[in-house]
């Protein structure tokens, strides 16, 4: 595991993505077991098949975000999201979701300390990760990390062809420190 951590900070662009305000999550994770994160995947899903204003087919882009919000006391899981970025050619004119619970918005830019899981992923196994990776960003004095929000990216899985099961988790900075 000495290697994990090796890779600095990485810049996360603006993207333009698709996503439900939030949902909760079902015994700590916002992937396993949740109806609600279903739900709102079949309805993202749903939104690149046509289900849009505009009725326009799109190819969605991997990977797909899962965030969720953790309190930092108890170390749970508060809420998540569930996003899709839209293709580059859309991001401008994107048309708008068919569902009141779907919104079209900017994913903003962020710096981001990024850590490359390979293998089967999971909610629990990216909260381990999180943890280890905080801790060792606390002994390596480095500040301004908002500890409160795992991203984890899959970029494998529902309906995306990547033999090699890759994912991302990340831990970013606080917008405040990065501007």
Known sequence: TANMFSNPFHDK????????????????????GSKAMVEYYEELYN????????GLLMERTVPIRIIGQIDPDTEKVVHCHLMFFIPDMYSVNAPAPLSVGIFVGHNWEKRCYVVAIHGNYSWKRAMKIHKVLNSFL????????SVTELILDIYSGYGVPNSKKYSE????MKVDEFY
């Open 47 to 54: 939104y690149f098949k046509g289900v849009n204003t505009m």
């Open 169 to 172: 988790l990340l831990l970013c």
């Open 13 to 32: 662009t603006e993207v333009t993505a698709v996503y439900p305000a939030r949902y909760e999550p079902v015994d700590n994770s916002c992937l396993e």
């Open 138 to 145: 606390i002994r390596k004095k480095v500040t301004g990390v």
